[in-house]
């Protein structure tokens, strides 16, 4: 059998996890297994370096900040080999040029195109672990990109997908995908299996346990993962097609305190205006979300949006510049919002989980912003600082507590 398996920062933090990393990978491969192993960066060291960055230049450019932050990923793997050679296990550390992962030039936020396995499945056939960098990869110029935060996950799946791996195990400091953030909901209740959808929609709308990207890429691909914690043996989360435990009307909530709202005030109530702004942003690489428009009024009309509060400045100087060809009146932004997120298969058979949603909030004293839903999601935008207590009333109005 060939298994992927991702160890994120909390992971390899320091010497006696990496080596407890080390030998949980040995285990596999005296089983007999190939091991392919992908490393975050050490704990918090990518903040350290952003840190260092904007000590140097508040705002550095983007190719150069990617060159800075592939450093933490190269010295997990590079430790990680050295670890498993002092255990007397032949393991061998790759970067993205190495192996090589090839990806977009949007730095920051690149995706992958393909990988070439050819080095990897070498090193495999002679016996060797292979540890690969996570979160990064090479453009067509040559030069380092970055996969966005939390990017190694999509690393991973890449590879399973690539190397036709049997398993993908994503190993992180939590045992598994709850049905809240158990750091901010105590009852929260862990989930023995969930769908790639609701897990997709979990991960976009704040749920920090899966990269978004690296669940879009396991639907696609069919690759089964399982969320496991480093920590201790559990059975952790398995992620996949069609769950076979009984449907429940909700499988999580998610709080996501990385939005800003921007409001764009008296466009013309014309055709292809809404076009017009979003196309303008889409050109800047700016991703979108929560999106509400008024209804038209003297000729106008207001549509107000929610971006990543990093693609903030980006998006407010990108609108300024094209204000004349836009034609609106004002543009407002508002940071401390939060976006609070219900998601769950079930609700597509059963009516009144908005209203059920609504009506916890309403007893809190909760005011909401704005209101999105599709199918099985429904997304509300409140002030941040009602955002812990808003989400630990409404997972108690669907009775997930443990």
Do not use: W
Not at 49 to 76: C, F, H, V, W, Y
Not at 145 to 172: F, K, P, Q
Not at 276 to 285: G, H, P
């Amino acid at each position: 059998m060939l298994i992927v398996k991702k160890f994120g920062g909390t992971s390899v933090a320091n010497k006696e996890r990496i080596f407890h990393v080390a030998d949980r990978c040995i285990a596999e491969y005296q089983k007999g297994n190939d091991v392919v192993v992908v490393l975050s960066a050490m704990g918090k060291y990518t903040d350290e370096l952003i840190k260092m960055a904007k000590d140097i230049n508040e705002k550095p450019p983007k190719r150069e900040l990617d060159m800075l932050l592939t450093i933490g990923e190269q010295m997990s793997v590079a430790l990680m080999a050295m670890a498993m050679n002092q255990r007397k296990v032949p393991a061998v550390s790759l970067n993205a040029f190495q192996v090589t992962m090839h990806t977009t030039s949007d730095h920051g936020n690149a995706r992958l195109k393909r990988i070439d396995t050819e080095r990897i499945r070498r090193e495999l056939e002679n016996r060797r672990i292979v540890i690969v960098t996570g979160f990064q990869g090479v453009n067509k110029y040559d030069d380092y990109t970055t996969l966005g935060r939390g990017g190694s996950d999509t690393t991973a799946v890449a590879l399973a997908a690539a190397l036709h791996a049997d398993a993908c195990e994503i190993y992180t400091d939590v045992d598994g995908v709850y049905t809240a953030d158990p750091r901010k909901v105590p009852g929260a209740r862990k989930l023995k299996e969930i769908t790639y959808d609701e897990m997709l929609d979990l991960a976009t709308l704040g749920a920090g346990v899966l990269h978004n990207r690296s669940v879009e890429m396991a639907k696609k691909y069919g690759v089964p993962l399982v969320v496991r914690s480093s920590l201790n043996d559990s059975e952790g989360t398995v992620v996949k097609e069609v769950t076979t435990v009984e449907r429940m009307l909700i499988s999580g909530v998610a709080l996501d305190t990385d939005a800003v709202r921007i409001a764009v005030i008296g466009i013309k109530d014309m055709p292809g205006m809404a076009f017009k702004v979003f196309d303008t942003l889409a050109k800047k690489k700016i991703n979108v979300d929560v999106i509400l428009q008024s209804i038209g009024r003297a000729g106008t009309k207001d549509i107000s949006f929610t971006v990543n509060k990093d693609d903030l400045e980006d998006a407010v100087a990108t609108l300024e510049e094209n204000q004349a060809r836009l034609g609106y009146k004002e543009l407002h932004s508002e940071r401390n919002i939060a976006k609070l997120s219900i998601v769950g298969a079930g609700m597509m058979s059963n009516p009144g989980v908005a209203a059920k949603m609504f009506e916890s909030l309403y007893n809190e004293g909760v005011n909401i912003n704005m209101i999105s839903t599709s199918e099985i999601r429904v997304t509300v935008l409140i002030n941040e600082k009602d955002g812990i207590r808003a989400m630990n009333a409404v997972h108690d109005a669907f009775g997930l507590t443990d």
